[in-house]
C-alpha cells in the first residue's frame, strides 16, 4: 500500500507500483486538471509540485511518489497571482499546456522571486506550448512577479 | 429556462436554404465535397440562443473551441446584435447538428463563414424583445430601443430587462431577415474590441477546462491501440499472452483492417482493454503482433525524394496558365532555376488524439476533442453501419488540433469498441502512436524558372510542385494536387505577361491530411524564397523588388472557378501590408552585419494579406537565433484583435518549429520519429523572443486569421539567414543546410 497526500489530503493506493503519479491523479484520483502530453518528460502538460518542487508527474511513479506530498493545479488556492496574470495577458490558446506552465511557474518564482528573461526561459523550457504563447507567458511570470512582491 | 419559441419555422427555413451559405467562396480539400453534403444552417434565434428569466443569455456555439477563438468569437457577433451584456452570457457546445449548417472548424473560416448568419440570428432575437416589450406597452415596436441586456421606451422612460420580456418573446413568431435592421459598424461595442477575451480562460487556468482527454463515463474502460505500423498492413498474427498478465489488462480486441481509400477509418489493429491508461499502455507493450504485407512497406524517404523532384521536373496538369511562358523561355536571355524541398510533418498538438464513445441500444454517443462532429457522427456511422441520426457527437475543447482533429478516425475508434466492449469505452493515442500514425502535411518537391530583362523583373514565370495529395486520403489513385492550388500556387499577385503553375503527379505512401495553412506552407515557401532570389540577382532591396512585381493596385484575374467573387485578390491590399510592415521593422534602415539579418516575405491565404519581417542571428557555431519578428496583417473586419495577435504570434512559433526542425521520414513504411526528442517543436528559448502583430483596420468582410500568419514565416526566416550569411536555404528544415 502506498501512501500519499495530494491537495492537503492524505490518500493510499494499491494498484501497480510503476503506474506513473499522472496517470494515478487523472484515472484514479479524477484530477485531470494535469495534463498528458509526452508521457517522456519532454512537455512538461502534466508538471505537478511534489514536496514543493516541480516534477513532471508522468515519470514519477507511484513508489517514488511514496510518503510525498503532492499538489496538483487543483490544490492551488485561486486565484493566484500567477493564474491572475495569465487571464490579464490573455495567454491561452487552446489551454491544454497552461496548467503545466502555471505549475512550473508558481515553482519558479517561489524560488526566484524576480527572474530575468534569461531566468524564465531556462525554468520555462521543459514546458512545450504548441500553440506557442510563449512570449506571453514570459510576461505574465514578469507581471506575477511584481503583484507578489 | 425559455426556448424563444416559434409558431412559424417554415417560412423561415426556406428564407435561409435560398441564400445558402457556401456560395462563400473556396471551400478547401475535401472539405468542398463535405461542404456539398451539408445543408445551410437554420437561421432561427431558438435554434442558437435561449434567454432565461434571470436575464442569462446562453448561446449555442457551433463551431469547435482549438485554441483560435470560434467558440468565443461567433457568440460574441450574436450577443452585439441582441444588444446583449456579454458579462451575462453563457455558451453552450453544439452537438453535432447540420441543423448549424456546416460546423467544420477549419480552413480558417468559422468567422468568414457565419458572421453574417450570426448577426442575424442575434438581431431576429433582439427584434422579438422589442416587439414584446412594446405589445406590452402598447406602443409602436418603433419607438423602443435596446440598452445592453434592456429593452427602453424613451418617449416615457420605461424600461424592461431581456429576462422580463422572454417568455413573451417566446412566444412571437421569427421576424423574416429583411425586417432585420443590423447595427451599424460605429455602434459596435463587442465586434473589433480590445476588451474581447476567450471565454474559457478562466476554467483553462484553474485547471476546470474539459478537454477530450478529461471525458469520462462511469463504467468506462480505457483502450490504447497498436495500430499497423505500415499503411494497409493487418494483424496476421496476435501473442497478447504476456498483455493480459499486467495488472489492470482485461482483454485484447483484434480490430478490423481498413479498406481503401482510407478516408476517416480507423486503422485496424489490435486494441488493449484495461481500468485505467497506465495499464492500456503497458499491456501494449508485451503484444506480439506479426502483420501482413502492404505496398507500402516500400516507402523510404531517401528514395521518395527523388521521385518527387523528378516529377516536379516534369511538365505537369496546368493550374493556371497567362500568356506564353515556352516561347518567353525560348526567346534566351537571362534564366534562373531552383528547386525547393518540404518534409513531411505532424501536427503534435498538445492533446493526443482521444475519445470517448458509449454504444447502447443501437445508439452511440460520443465524446471527443474533434473539429468536425457532423464528420465524427457518418465516420462512426459507417463504420457500425447504422444511421447517422442514431449518432449523438458532444465536442470537448480541443487541446490543439492544427488540422488533425478534423478527421475523426479516434473517435470511430471509441465507437467500434464500445460496441464489442457493450460498455463505455476511452481511447488515447500515446504521444508515439500522435506522431506514427498522424495524416501527414505533405512532402513537396518544387520547381521555379524564370526569364529576367535587363531591369532585373522577370518577363516569364514558371512553377511546378509535386506532392502527395490530400485526395489520397478519399481516392486511393488520387495523384494529383486538388484544392491544394487555391493554396498559394494559382494565384501568383505579380504583374508577370507570362507565367504557367502547374502540378506534377505523386503517390501517397501515408494518410496524407491537413495541417495548418495546407499547402501554403510549400507554395509560400517556394515562391517567396524564389522572388528573394530573383532580387539578389538584380540587386535590389528584397521589399522593393516584390512591391515592383506586384505593379498597380488591381484585382487578379483568376479562372471562373478559382475566383472568389466576395475575396478578390487585390494587390493594394497587399501593397499596404508590405508597406506597413517594413515601416514597423524598420526595413530601410536594417542594420547589415555579418550573422545579422531581415527577411522578408509576404502571402494571402484564407483571404488575409500577411507580410511578415524575421531577425535572425546566425551564431558561429551556425544556431538560429530570433529575436525579433513582425507581421502585418489584413484579414478585413475583425472580431477580437487580441486574440489575433495571439494567433499571429502562435504562427511565429509554429513557423519556426517548421522551418527550424520538422521533419518527419519513413523507413520501409515506417515512420522514423515518435515524440518530441526527435520530433522537436520549438521551445521557449528557441521561439521568436518577440512578435510584433500589426492590424489593418478594415471593414472588408471578415477573412481567416488561425491560419495564415504561419505561410510567410518560413520563408521570411529563411531570407532573414541568407541576408546574415548569404547561404541560400532551398529545403527546410533548415538543420539540412550548413549555415558556418
Ligand atoms: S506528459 Fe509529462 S512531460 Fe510530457
Ligand atoms: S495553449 Fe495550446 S498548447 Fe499551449
Known amino acids: 500500500m502506498i501512501r500519499l497526500k495530494v491537495n492537503g489530503r492524505e490518500r493510499s493506493f494499491s494498484g501497480d507500483p510503476d503506474m506513473p503519479l499522472l496517470w494515478y491523479l487523472r484515472d484514479t484520483a479524477g484530477l485531470t486538471g494535469t495534463k498528458f502530453g ?19 508527474s508522468c515519470s514519477v511513479s507511484m513508489q517514488a511518489a511514496a510518503g510525498s506530498e503532492i499538489t496538483t493545479i487543483e490544490g492551488i488556492a485561486a486565484l493566484h497571482p500567477v493564474q491572475k496574470a495569465w487571464i490579464a495577458a490573455r495567454v491561452p490558446q487552446c489551454g491544454y499546456c497552461q496548467t503545466g506552465q502555471i505549475m512550473q511557474a508558481i515553482a519558479l518564482l517561489q524560488t526566484n522571486k524576480h527572474p530575468t528573461d534569461a531566468e524564465i526561459d531556462q525554468a520555462m523550457s521543459g514546458n512545450i506550448c504548441r500553440c506557442g504563447t510563449y512570449q506571453r507567458i514570459r510576461a505574465a511570470i514578469h507581471q506575477a512577479a511584481k503583484e507578489m512582491a | 429556462m425559455n426556448r424563444i419559441q416559434n409558431v412559424s419555422r417554415r417560412g423561415f427555413l426556406q428564407g435561409a436554404l435560398a441564400s445558402g451559405v457556401f456560395v462563400l467562396g473556396v471551400r478547401l480539400g475535401a472539405r468542398r465535397a463535405w461542404a456539398a453534403e451539408t445543408a445551410a444552417p437554420l437561421i432561427d434565434p431558438n435554434l442558437w440562443l435561449s434567454i432565461a428569466a434571470d436575464g ?11 485554441g483560435c477563438g470560434s467558440r468565443t468569437a461567433l457568440p460574441l457577433v450574436v450577443a452585439e446584435e441582441l444588444d446583449a451584456d456579454w458579462s451575462r452570457v453563457k455558451l453552450e457546445q453544439a452537438i453535432g447538428d447540420q441543423r448549424y449548417g456546416d460546423q467544420d472548424t477549419d480552413g480558417s473560416h468559422s468567422v468568414a463563414g457565419s458572421f453574417d448568419d450570426m448577426r442575424l440570428v442575434g438581431g431576429m432575437a433582439r427584434a422579438m424583445l422589442i416587439s414584446a416589450a412594446a405589445a406590452q406597452w402598447q406602443v409602436p415596436a418603433s419607438q423602443c430601443s435596446t440598452q445592453p441586456h434592456v429593452v427602453l421606451h424613451a418617449a416615457s422612460g420605461r424600461k424592461l430587462g431581456f429576462g422580463e420580456l422572454a417568455a413573451a418573446a417566446a ?27 476567450l471565454y474559457d480562460v478562466p476554467d483553462i487556468v484553474t485547471g476546470k477546462a474539459v478537454f477530450g482527454m478529461d471525458a469520462t463515463l462511469p463504467g468506462m474502460v480505457y483502450a490504447s491501440i497498436e495500430h499497423p505500423p505500415v499503411l494497409g498492413q493487418a494483424v496476421k498474427s496476435l501473442d497478447n499472452k504476456s498483455a493480459l498478465a499486467v495488472h489492470g489488462v482485461r482483454r485484447t480486441v483484434v480490430l478490423d483492417p481498413l479498406t481503401p481509400p482510407h478516408g ?83 501536427h503534435a498538438s498538445m492533446e493526443p488524439p482521444v475519445a470517448v464513445a458509449d454504444y447502447r441500444n443501437g445508439k452511440v454517443v460520443a465524446w471527443a476533442p474533434t473539429q468536425n462532429p457532423q464528420a465524427a457522427q457518418a465516420t462512426i456511422a459507417a463504420a457500425l453501419k447504422m444511421n447517422k441520426e442514431d449518432v449523438t457527437c458532444h465536442v470537448t475543447l480541443l487541446g490543439g488540433a492544427f488540422g488533425r482533429k478534423s478527421m475523426p478516425d479516434h473517435v470511430a475508434e471509441a465507437a467500434v469498441l464500445s460496441k464489442q466492449l457493450g460498455k463505455p469505452v476511452k481511447v488515447v493515442w500515446s504521444r508515439e502512436d500522435d506522431i506514427r500514425f498522424d495524416y501527414y502535411h505533405s512532402v513537396a518537391a518544387l520547381y521555379m524558372k524564370a526569364a529576367v530583362g535587363a531591369d532585373g523583373k522577370p518577363t516569364a514565370w514558371l512553377q511546378r510542385s509535386a506532392f502527395p495529395p490530400i485526395a489520397s486520403t478519399f481516392d486511393a489513385a488520387a495523384r494529383y494536387g486538388d484544392d491544394e492550388m487555391a493554396m498559394g500556387w494559382n494565384d501568383l499577385p505579380y504583374d508577370i505577361a507570362h507565367h504557367r503553375a502547374e502540378n506534377s503527379p505523386a503517390d501517397h505512401h501515408v494518410r496524407i491530411g491537413w495541417l495548418r495553412s495546407v499547402s501554403n506552407i510549400y507554395h509560400a515557401f517556394a515562391v517567396q524564397s524564389f522572388v528573394d532570389e530573383l532580387a539578389a540577382v538584380a540587386g535590389k532591396d528584397p521589399v522593393a523588388y516584390q512591391l515592383e512585381l506586384l505593379g498597380a493596385d488591381r484585382i487578379v484575374k483568376l479562372d471562373g472557378s478559382d475566383a472568389d467573387p466576395l475575396y478578390p485578390i487585390d494587390t493594394g491590399r497587399m501593397r499596404h501590408v508590405m508597406q506597413l510592415v517594413a515601416e514597423k521593422s524598420g526595413w530601410a534602415n536594417r542594420a547589415k552585419v555579418k550573422g545579422r539579418g531581415m527577411g522578408f516575405a509576404v502571402h494571402r491565404s484564407f483571404r488575409t494579406y500577411v507580410a511578415t519581417v524575421v531577425e535572425v542571428e546566425v551564431d558561429a557555431q551556425g544556431k538560429v537565433h530570433i529575436p525579433n519578428v513582425w507581421s502585418a496583417l489584413d484579414a478585413g473586419t475583425i472580431v477580437s484583435p487580441d486574440n489575433v495577435r495571439n494567433q499571429f504570434q502562435g504562427a511565429a512559433v509554429m513557423g519556426t518549429s517548421l522551418a527550424l526542425y520538422g521533419d518527419i521520414t519513413a523507413t520501409d513504411g515506417v515512420i522514423d520519429q515518435s515524440n518530441f526528442h526527435n520530433y522537436p517543436v520549438a521551445r521557449m528559448n528557441q521561439a521568436p523572443r518577440n512578435t510584433q502583430v500589426y492590424i489593418v483596420d478594415s471593414s472588408a468582410p471578415p477573412a481567416g486569421v488561425g491560419e495564415p500568419g504561419l505561410p510567410p514565416f518560413a520563408p521570411a526566416l529563411c531570407n532573414a539567414v541568407f541576408a546574415a550569411t548569404g547561404r541560400r536555404v532551398r529545403e527546410l528544415p533548415l538543420a539540412k543546410t550548413k549555415l558556418v
Open chain 1, 38 to 56: 509526452c508521457g517522456m518528460a519532454l512537455c512538461g502538460a502534466c508538471t505537478v509540485h511534489k514536496d514543493g518542487k516541480p516534477v513532471r
Open chain 2, 56 to 66: 442569462t443569455v446562453t448561446i449555442t456555439a457551433h463551431r469547435s473551441e482549438m
Open chain 2, 171 to 197: 412566444k412571437l413568431p421569427v421576424p423574416a431577415r429583411e425586417q432585420i435592421k443590423l447595427k451599424p459598424r460605429s455602434s459596435w461595442r463587442y465586434i473589433g474590441s480590445e476588451k474581447n477575451t
Open chain 2, 264 to 346: 476517416f477509418q480507423p486503422l485496424g489493429g489490435v486494441a488493449v482493454i484495461a481500468d485505467n491508461t497506465w495499464s492500456a499502455f503497458k499491456g501494449r507493450q508485451r503484444l506480439k503482433v506479426e502483420w501482413t504485407a502492404s505496398p507500402h512497406s516500400a516507402y523510404n524517404s531517401a528514395q521518395y525524394r527523388k521521385a518527387l523532384q523528378s516529377s516536379s521536373r516534369n511538365p505537369g496538369k496546368v493550374a493556371r496558365n497567362v500568356g506564353d511562358v515556352d516561347a518567353e523561355f525560348a526567346k534566351g536571355g537571362k534564366l534562373i532555376e531552383a528547386e525547393y524541398y518540404t518534409p513531411h510533418l505532424a
